[in-house]
Every structure is written in C-alpha cells, then in structure tokens.
C-alpha cells in the first residue's frame, strides 16, 4: 500500500509508509478502551443509553483526533492537545475520576463473609480477595474472585450450596478448605494448594459502595472542549481576516 501510495503522489514509499503506519497507530489504541468502559459494548443498555453512548464516544474520537492530528479548527497550541487529550480520556473513561473521589468498594475483612454473603440480595454477586500457596511453586499467590450466591438464605448456606466454597472461621482468621468439584470457583482455585502447611485464606471481602453516576464527569470535560473552541474559532477568524486583508 505504501508503494502504491507513493507511487500516485510521487514521494518516497518509505517516508510514505511510515507516515501511515503513524495514521494508524493512532487509532490502534481505541479497541483496548472496551476494556476500561465496558459501556461501549451496549451489554444491558437500553435504547437511550445506547445513543448517549454513541454520542459521548464519538466526542471523544474526535477530540482524540484533533489531539493527535494537532488541529481541529486551527493548529492547535501544546495545551489545547493536553486538553483535547484529557477531555477524550474523560470521554472514554469516566470511572477513572469516579474512583479517585469515591472507592468502588468498603474492605471489610475476610471474616465477614459469611454476613455479607447471607445480606447479599438474591442472585447477587460478592467479591473477595484469597491468598494462599501457589499449587506449581509454593509461592504465596493471590487473586480476585466473584461468586454468585442464588437464592436468598443464610450465608453459609449460599457460600457452600451455591458457590462450593467451605468457609471455617477461626478468631480473626476465615480459611478456605478446597472447593467442591464441578462448583463455579473449583476451576479457578486450581492453582492453589489446599494442603500445603500454609492455608488458603479469605484476605477481604469488597462490597461495593453506593456512588453517585460517573457521567456527571462528562460535564466538566464538554465545559473544557467548549473553551477550547471557542479559543480556536477566534484565532480562526483572525486567520481569515488578516488573509483577506
């Protein structure tokens, strides 16, 4: 492609090559953001959220653009891209602001669970923290999990019936004995070593907290593109003007 570019605008396939593959690479970063805004997949969106996905995502390709291009209106000042940049990332990524303001989740500890699992409402997830010996070098290992705890009952109940998960609560300490075949989490604890002389424990249990919307976030970042603007339109008509002069 870069041959044929170079050979319809006469300039050196090489420089034209590497000018694209810069184009490129621009926009190869924008699929990862799915990751960190699981929004722009549209699982469990409804009609209207969908379109106000639509539109806050495609302010922020453009305002990416314009960051990595050095112009929307004009060319653009070092801060107007540091803004561009910050304004798409707010766009893109409003939980990032969220999360510095407010946690997502109260640490309570690991001897919790059994609570927090029996006032989970029902079909509800929990989320917990393990740490234990490592199954293929002995190392102490650690990992995230979330379980669902069905049908609305006492926590012990749930952890085990539902989950497959033996809790023993000792003092400040919640040890877990090795799951049970065939349960939702027995594949994930594989890697640790139930038998081993150190236990696999229960660290944490993280439940997560009520927080306002993480789109007013947007507010502040649409303000910001408007300034900028605004500023670039000016010395755009100052441009033309003194052109037509």
């Known amino acids: 492609a870069a041959f044929a570019a170079s050979a319809i605008s006469g300039g050196d396939p090489i420089r034209t ?31 209207v ?21 050095q112009y929307m209106f004009v060319k653009n000042r070092v801060w107007e891209t540091l803004a561009f940049l910050l304004i798409a990332f707010t766009m893109f990524r409003p939980g990032y602001w969220l999360d510095q303001v407010s946690p997502p989740y109260e640490f309570r500890p690991g001897t919790e669970i059994v609570n927090v699992a029996a006032q989970t409402p029902e079909d509800g997830m929990i989320r917990f923290v393990i740490s234990g010996p490592d199954s293929r070098n002995g190392e102490m290992a650690r990992t995230t999990l979330m379980a669902s705890m069905g049908k609305s009952g006492d926590g012990q109940s749930r952890l085990l019936d539902v989950a497959g998960l033996m809790v023993m609560i000792d003092g400040d300490t919640a040890t877990l004995d090795e799951p049970m075949p065939s349960t939702a ?9 139930f038998y081993g002389d150190e236990p696999v424990i229960i660290e944490r249990v993280e439940v997560p907290l009520e927080r306002t919307d993480k789109e007013w976030f947007f507010i502040p970042a649409l303000a910001l593109l408007f300034f900028v603007i605004v500023i670039q339109r000016r010395r755009l008509r100052v441009e033309e003007a003194a052109v037509g002069a």
């Open 17 to 47: 090559g590497i000018q694209g593959f810069m184009y490129d690479i621009r926009t190869g970063i924008l699929p990862f953001l799915f990751i960190f805004n699981t929004d722009l997949l549209l699982i469990n969106v409804d009609a």
């Open 49 to 69: 959220h969908a379109v106000f996905v639509f539109i806050t995502a495609l302010v922020a390709m453009l305002t990416f653009a314009a960051a990595t291009q």
């Open 185 to 193: 989490l027995s594949e994930p604890l594989l890697a640790f070593d």
